[in-house]
Structures are given as C-alpha cells and as structure tokens.
C-alpha cells in the first residue's frame, strides 16, 4: 500500500502531502471547484508512475505561478509489507525482494545502521520512499539511482488513470491491458515446449489451414530476421486470456457498445474496471492504483449511486482509489455507505493549489443521512451560513449581485434554524480550509427577558443565548471550545470590547410608552459592540432580524411607496401606521407587517399598535404572502429601479444604496472583502 504522497511545485500545486497512515483510506476523493488543482493532482502521480524509470523528460511540470522555482519534487512512500508476505508463495515476487534486500543491503547499509538514509528505509526495510526531483532542463533525479529497484517498484504497483471525458466507451480495450498486468506470470515450461503446445492446440481447434498458415508466416519472419520479445510475458498472457473468453471485443446484453449512450457505457465500463480490478489484486502480487477524473461525467444519478455501491463493495485494502469530483451526489453516497473513504478539500492561495484533509467522522456518525444541500457547501471556497430563504433571495437579486459583484463567488447555505444541519456543513466541524462567514438575528446571540432581583422588582435585560456553536460571546459552558468560530482570536481589543458588552448586559433596557423601539443610547451601543465583537468569530449579526437589515429607518418612504403599488387587504391597520409621525415608531410596524420582530424581539402577533388596534397583524396582499413570497427581490427591484440605475456614477449608486440600506451595506461589504 502507500503510506504518504508529497507533492511540491508541480504546476499549480504549491505543497501538498496525503497521509495515508490510517488503513481507511481505500478510496480517497478530491473535490472543490474548476480550476483549483484536483487534476494537476492526479496528473502529478500519474507522472510520477510513468518516469520511474527514466531520468529524463522534457515535459514541463515546474511551478506555473512562481516561474523562479526551478525544481518539482514528487515523493511516494510505499509500504511493502502485504506483498513480502505474498512473496513466500511466488517465485517472481520473491525474486523482487530479493533484489532489493540486496539492495538495501549493500547500497544502503553500513555495518547493520542506515546510512543517511533515515528517511528512506525504515528499520523493518518494509518502508521504502521514493523521490524524484525534475530541473527546469528535463533532467530527473532519483534518491534511488538504481533503476532496477525503481522498476521493481513500477511492476508491483500498477497504476491506471481513466479520463472520463476521453474514455474510450466503444471498445474497453484498457480492461484487457489491467488483466494482464495484475494476472500475468512467467511461462512455468520450457520455449520450446510452449510452442509445441500452442500448435497442437490450435491445430486441433483450427485444423490444416491453420498448421500451413503457421509454418508461412515462421518462414516469412525467420527470412526477415524479425522475433519477438519473449520476456514480455504480459503481452501474451494478454493473449491467452482473450483467446480463452473468445476475442478483445466486448458485448453488453449480447449487444454492440455502440448500440447504447455514451453515459451506459461508461457507467459498465467504470464498474467492470472497478469489479476486475479489486477482484484480481487479491489473488495477484501487485497493489493497484487507479486514478479517475470526475467519474460521474455522463452518468444518471442512478448511475452514480451504482458506482458508488460498486466502491463501497469492491475497493479494499488490495488496491487504492483516487478520484476528483465535481458532484455533491457522488459525496453524499459515499457518506451513506460509510466506505474506507477520505475527502480532501481542494482550494486555491495566491493561485497555488492545496489540500484540506476533512473530518468526515461526524457525518458518518449522524442518525440523519447529509443530503445535497450539505454537500454542495464542500466545493466552494467561500461559504456564507444564513438561517433562511429571506437571505438566499437578498443575496440572490440580480441587482444586489451587480453592484456587489463578488458575492457570486459565494455560496450561501441555508440551515434553517436546524443546528444538526448545520454542524453538517460546518467548515470548522469538517476542516474544510474554507474562508466563511455565519449570518445569523440577534436572538441567536442575546435574549431580552424579565429578570427579578432581591428586592422582588420586575425590570427586563438582554442575556447572552447559550448556542456555542454559534455565539462567539458565550463562553459559560466548556462545550465553547467546540464554538463555531475557525480562527482562534485573541487581542486587548476584544478583551475590551467584551468587557464593554458585559456592562451594557447588565444595564435596564425598557421602552417608553405606546413605543416599540428603545430610546436609550444603551442599546444603540450594545448592538454595535455585538457586530464589532461577533465578525472578529466570522459571525455578521443582523440588527434585527434580516427583514430589519431591509425595512429600515432610513429607507422607510421609499418602501411605503412600493408597498402602496400592491394590493393590500387588511388597508387599516395599515393606513393607520403610516399617518404616524415618529419614523422610528412607523418603520417597526411596518417591519412587523412584513413579518420581522422588534428591537426587544417580539413578534408581530405580540405587538402592541397605537389608536384603538389591539394586536398587529401581517399584511395579507400581493407583497406578503409569507417568506418565500418573493416580496425581497420586488422590493430591490423597485429600489434599484427608481432610485439607483437612475444615477450615472457607480459610486453615486454604491453611497446611495449605503445611505438607505446602512446595514446592509456593511454586511455586503464584509462579503465583498472576504473574496479575493
């Protein structure tokens, strides 16, 4: 087996190492985005294989970012272990090992010690890395000149690399190629003997014409001084084993290949591959590699799970897997059969490609199974968490996308309020090395509630929300070092500004009378002390809720103009709101009309209103039809439409919009910086 894969400036690939010291690691997939490396990557190995034994090449593989780097090192540490003890009971393998005992033993070994060579063979001579190093001129260096060793190592761990997207569907003639490889072994009689065989055997299978046709074409040959190589014994192991099914081509259903789609053909082909491969390296001497770019190209997602069932059943501990993938289905499969699997995320650092290795035990452990929408977190390198379709259709509106342009890099996951959920797309929770933001109300980081103190007197405050999987500021509970944050902060800044928080929790917060909104400066201070402390965790904190972030003191006409192009049924109650004076007053109603709560977190069904009406109820209209209605991209259509395309100047629009949506402004601004 391998037991570690280092890889520095091959092409895109800065510095990168598979550990494969745990045996769970049979089928090892790479995901991420276009363009982040999970190719280069497979090349890389691939490349590694196929120069073993030379010391040459003029394909260029140095660094492509960094064109002073001069070097690519590639190094493979294989443990030899499972195929020494195969080796007792085959005479070819214990002519390998053989060799390179011999090897060690006089290159490497002085007076019983490694010499120098620490890192090369390990004490049971059992470890053995290899390591080239390719210059810019073409020239190969190997830490094992020998390049006999290095074929020896060639032979024992075939490698395979399937490109879907050059397959050959039609005519699978690479399966016979992986046949001969793992199965083929030296003749056990004499040349002579095999030729003798050969021709009794054909001549009674094929009669006269085929001894006449033998001997003409013995003597063309022999007069043209042409023989074959008889040590490749592969070649004709090859063969014979055709010969023995009937021929090289392949029926499916008694059919043609050509006779079925590109995408059932492919499918057959990637699990009979799979099915040969697995099946024979635990009979054979050798440990199969096989590296597939994006397997689920063409493929049903009936297909997919198929083939995923195809892993799960055959890859073992006789041969390795790598692929690449761009598919959520294929990784939420493989998570549901709980194979011999490792996920290693692939992102990109100043145009250079490395690898995270996720935590993938906490998916496999879960009692519900992670659907796609937790796997599509996985292949972006920005993710920003929101509780909500309301999110999903702000930072999804055509026009906040224009003016915000790199936000469509982003990928926005709605956990719904389900925490469970959440966990399950959680970058620190499966390290993924993804750059991220949490989006989260104010009631996921402080409650207002009525407290009671000595003296029996009623009076209400905001305390900390006990989450510690989202609320930076809770630290009441050991379970806080599992919080969601991903980097560990720490300054006299943040000390300070938690000290400050502390005091203004401590502080009474009460509304004056027939107001639903805090007078007091108090509470001003303690939300923008909550934003600063909470982004320094990676967590945005809306004032509100996010229709807050929408409705707001500032935007409030505008948006009663869009509201009077609706429809509304309930017109009283909401005439009524809008003849207020106080525009702080009017701006939380109508908020709480469009389902959005108050400063104190009371929801409309709770809410007091001024003249005669008892409780407030949501606008029932063409603009309000619940959450998902819509009502969020016909309200920044209408703005974007009346109040900023009319401006000419880009940052005309950029200082309006920040002027009507504060907020907002700044959250999009956050979102923007954390984009390359």
């Not at 192009?565 to 469009?594: A, F, G, P, R």
Request: hydrophobic content about 35%; overall charge positive; aromatic content about 12%.
């Amino acid at each position: 087996m391998l037991k570690k894969i280092q890889i520095h400036d091959y092409k895109s690939i800065g510095d990168i190492i598979f550990d494969f010291s745990s045996k769970k690691n049979n089928i090892v997939c790479l995901l991420g985005k276009n363009g982040a490396g999970k190719s280069n990557i497979l090349k890389s190995i691939y490349y590694f294989f196929d120069y073993l034994d030379k010391n040459y090449s003029d394909i260029p593989i140095h660094d492509t970012v960094n064109p002073y780097k001069q070097k690519t090192t590639i190094s493979i540490t294989f443990d030899l272990s499972s195929l020494r003890s195969k080796a007792l009971k085959n005479d070819r393998l214990k002519e390998h090992f053989d060799k390179l005992n011999y090897y060690i033993k006089e290159n490497l070994l002085k007076d019983g010690n490694l010499a120098g060579f620490t890192n090369l063979i390990s004490d049971s001579y059992d470890i053995i890395e290899l390591r080239m190093t390719q210059f810019k001129d073409g020239k190969i260096n190997w830490n094992v000149e020998d390049i006999r060793i290095r074929k020896i190592i060639k032979s024992l761990f075939p490698i395979y690399f399937i490109d879907t997207r050059n397959l050959d569907i039609f005519t699978w003639d690479k399966i016979w190629q992986v046949i001969s490889d793992l199965v083929s072994s030296t003749p056990k009689i004499e040349e002579n003997n095999i030729e003798q065989l050969l021709n009794n055997t054909f001549g009674k299978i094929y009669g006269r014409k085929y001894t006449e046709s033998a001997e003409i074409i013995s003597t063309i040959l022999k007069t043209n001084h042409i023989t074959f190589d008889k040590y490749h014994f592969d070649t004709r192991f090859k063969s014979a084993l055709s010969m023995r099914f009937g021929g090289t081509d392949f029926l499916y259903n008694d059919k043609k290949l050509d006779f079925y789609s590109d995408g059932t053909n492919s499918h057959q082909y990637l699990t009979l591959f799979i099915s040969i491969v697995s099946e024979i390296s635990k009979k054979s001497c050798k440990f199969p590699i096989v590296l597939i770019d994006e397997p689920e190209i063409g493929l049903h997602s009936s297909f997919i799970t198929e083939f995923v069932e195809c892993l799960h059943q055959r890859i073992t501990n006789n041969a390795l897997l790598l692929m690449n993938t761009h598919s959520p289905q294929l990784i939420a499969e493989l998570v549901y059969c709980k194979s011999n699997f490792s996920l290693y995320h692939v992102y990109t650092n100043r145009l250079h490609s490395y690898i995270s290795k996720m935590n993938t035990k906490m998916l496999t452990e879960r009692t519900r199974r992670v659907t796609l929408k937790e796997t599509n977190c996985y292949f972006y390198d920005y993710i920003v968490y929101v509780e909500g379709e309301t999110e999903i259709q702000l930072f999804h509106n055509k026009n906040i996308r224009n003016m915000f342009s790199k936000i469509s890099k982003i990928f926005f996951y709605s956990f719904d309020g389900n925490e469970k959920d959440l966990k399950a797309a959680s970058i620190e929770q499966l390290n993924l090395g993804t750059q991220y933001k949490l989006l989260v109300d104010i009631d996921k980081i402080i409650k207002y509630q009525q407290e009671n103190d000595s003296s029996k007197h009623n009076y209400k405050k905001f305390k900390l929300n006990p989450d510690y999987l989202i609320n930076p500021l809770y630290k009441e509970t050991k379970m806080q070092q599992n919080k969601f944050n991903f980097f560990n902060v720490s300054s006299l800044d943040l000390v300070a500004l938690k000290k400050s928080i502390d005091k203004l929790l401590k502080k009474e917060y009460s509304y004056n009378a027939d107001k639903n909104y805090f007078a007091s400066n108090n509470f001003n201070d303690l939300m923008q002390n909550i934003r600063l402390y909470c982004i320094k965790y990676n967590v945005i904190v809306n004032w509100s809720t996010i229709e807050g972030d929408l409705i707001t003191y500032e935007n409030i006409d505008k948006f009663l103009r869009f509201v009077d192009l609706k429809e509304i049924n309930n017109c009283e109650q909401h005439s009524e709101i809008c003849k207020l004076d106080d525009i702080k007053e009017k701006t939380v109603l109508v908020l709480l009309e469009m389902n959005g709560r108050t400063e104190k977190q009371e929801k409309p069904n709770k809410t007091p209103l001024p003249n005669s009406l008892s409780k407030i109820k949501k606008l029932q209209s063409g603009i309000m039809g619940g959450k998902t209605s819509g009502w969020v991209d016909d309200w920044l259509n209408y703005y974007f439409e009346n109040y900023i395309n009319t401006l000419e100047d880009e940052k005309q629009k950029r200082n309006q919009f920040k002027t009507d949506f504060p907020f907002l402004y700044d959250t999009l601004q956050i979102l923007e910086n954390m984009v390359e």
